[in-house]
């Protein structure tokens, strides 16, 4: 999608009091309802390059919970995007998105969820490859700057090659998370 900027940046200590911040403002709203608040994206992970918006899952039991927490997120001013081509998860803006942020309703199960986990927790064991992620996505906002559908395109590669060390995925869900990743680029 040209004309939109990415924007890497160099690991910020803030995130982590940004995503508590944001969690202590939903949490009290949904905890009836949901199983977890999870950080997850390149913001959770100490050390990490990434775009200045912190990632959250919340995670419920199934798609029988999706109505209730529609109903408590549209109160604290979210309003729901569907699930943006990605199956087991619906995205929702916030009218008020100070800090940035990008809030997601997962259920337990999904590949979705599983993506943002196994990534997530697969890097914060190994600075190695924060190292070599941060440096890929601090040179692809270079030179994709106004193109973030050709950077989302070529960090995914990255980010493959690491979740195809887990037995876990099968080949259609790795190839239903390089979709997932193309979609949110939009």
């Not at 949904?30 to 999870?38: G, P, T, Y």
């Not at 087991?88 to 969820?113: I, K, M, Q, T």
Request: hydrophobic fraction near 40%.
């Amino acid at each position: 999608m040209p004309g939109r900027v990415v924007r890497v940046v160099p690991y910020d200590p803030a995130w982590p009091e940004q995503f508590r911040l944001l969690r202590d403002r939903i949490w009290p709203s949904v905890r009836n309802v949901a199983l977890a608040f999870q950080h997850v994206g390149s913001t959770s992970v100490p050390g990490q390059a990434a775009k200045p918006v912190i990632d959250m899952d919340i995670v419920i039991p199934s798609a029988a919970e999706l109505p209730a927490m529609r109903q408590r997120l549209k109160v604290l001013g979210y309003d729901p995007l569907g699930d943006l081509g990605i199956g087991g998860r619906e995205a929702f803006r916030a009218e008020n998105d100070r800090p940035a942020h990008n809030l997601y309703v997962c259920f337990r199960d999904s590949v979705a969820l599983r993506n943002h986990l196994m990534l997530r927790d697969h890097l914060r064991r190994n600075p190695a490859d924060v190292a070599a992620y941060s440096r890929l996505k601090m040179e692809l906002a270079q030179r994709f700057s106004q193109d973030i559908a050709r950077y989302v395109e070529a960090k995914t590669k990255f980010i493959l090659s690491i979740l195809m060390r887990y037995a876990e995925f099968s080949m259609h869900e790795l190839d239903e998370i390089r979709k997932a990743n193309q979609a949110d680029s939009g």
